[in-house]
């Protein structure tokens, strides 16, 4: 009998060896009595400064004929392996992926598992050819539109950290995690409580996870973008291309990525696709020395071998001027870099990465705070497209306020704070570069004030957080999409049937392993309708 055990703590200096003993005696036996242990999950508990402790689900077997006499609330039989779905008949006409980022992938994947190919249709380059325009980018401030930190195989989070940590609980997560791992992800990512690939390595796993729709019959087609849907007596009848070619197909799923605005625009403009506005969060990001993270977190633990480069998680849900919003931390990368993300020339916004390692000397994060509908109103812009275009209207100002070629806007957080321009917000991980400049030009005044006391409340949980060494980068806009194709229950456009919105860019996701899952989902509803 497998057994599944949760909550074996040990502390640092404690050998893995004692996690069998400390297994055997919730259940009741001796050591002797475990054929088998296996770690399936370890989080790291920093709460208790000075004195960090790693946290242990195990999976345990007995040996044959022995029992264990009760099970603690805490211990359960372990679960048994899931199920191989069935093969459908495929579809005479193929099913059109549009963009190659989790969603898409993973709806491939999860159809070429039902027996369906598919054919993936993305307007950037192949993950590893891409990593030179990445670079380019933030080499120089030479954006290419359609190969850069969004567009591309791999979408939006093959250079932007590699995450696999997510809020959702959802029983997809582990084969989300599991076939990383099966593509050449490190092993760890599969017991690690916040599993991270790292910008360096997930680029590798998703070439291997595009090689195996290659050789199961899938087509995967780069540097072609999709302009515009067709559409016939209220059903998607294909795409029509960059160049003027058309594919049909009775079935498209649409998984562009939260930046592919041409097609937003498209739809709102044509009226056929449903679209409406959806809230999201912008701010800045924030930048610190790791070490002085490390020391906030671990206290005077801060230097031990066996700890990793602190992160945090910051939240508050603050009444300003009688209305009460959300400001919180957001992509925090341990030992990481702020990397420029635009895909637009003129337009100025950034994000975070790390490489597994998480070995760079600064970490960072997003400090953003949500916005709504009545945000969007509230400074002229109405309509689907409105969160859209208050999206665009702030990344224009941070551009101009950088002065160009991407300079990212930037200030101290004590200065921001008190509204100065005083002190140069220093050495930065951020390319091509920062300028020093009164960020307070950003943003309306409510989201200003917002912000600020957050800030003020995040430094009484992390005391230091706010010091002449920590800097705000101007901005951080593409937290989630702007916009929502809207769909229902049976995951397809309410406007259009056949057409299958998915992932972070069409409103129904937040990071790479919730966009897969999402792709996931959609696979097998086209597999449900087949059958």
Known sequence: ??????????????????LGQRAAEKLGVTRSDLSSVRVVRSVLDARKKGSPRYIYTLEVELAPGRKAPKLPPDVSEAPPPPELLPRVKEPEKLPLI???????????????????????????????????????????????????????????GAYTDGKLSTRINHPMVRKVIEAFARYGAPDHILIEGKPHIGSDLLPGAVAKLRDELIAGGCQVHFEQRVDDLLYRDGHIAGVKMADGRTLESDRVILAPGNSARELYERFAADGQVSVEAKPFALGFRAEHPQSLINGIQYGAAAKHSKLPPADYKLAENLDVDGEVRGVYSFCMCPGGIVVPTPTQDGLQCTNGMSNSRRNAKFANAGIVVSVSVADFEREGFRGPLAGLEFQRHWEEKAYKLGGGRFFAPAQTIPDYLAGRVKKDPGDTSYRPGLAHTDLNQLFPERLTQSLKAALRTFDKKMRGFISDEGKLIGIESRTSSPVRITRGNDLQSVSMRGLYPAGEGCGYAGGIVSSAIDGLRIAEQIATELT
């Open 1 to 18: 009998m497998a057994y599944r055990v949760n909550n074996i703590g040990l502390w640092l200096d404690e050998p893995e060896e004692l």
């Open 98 to 156: 549009i963009g190659t980022g989790p969603a898409g992938l993973f709806c491939a994947l999860g159809l070429l598992e039902r027996g369906v190919r598919s054919i993936l249709l993305e307007r950037g380059r192949e993950v590893v050819t891409r990593r030179k325009d990445v670079a380019k980018l933030m080499r120089d401030g030479s954006l290419d539109p359609e190969s850069n930190m969004n567009f591309g195989e791999g979408g939006a």
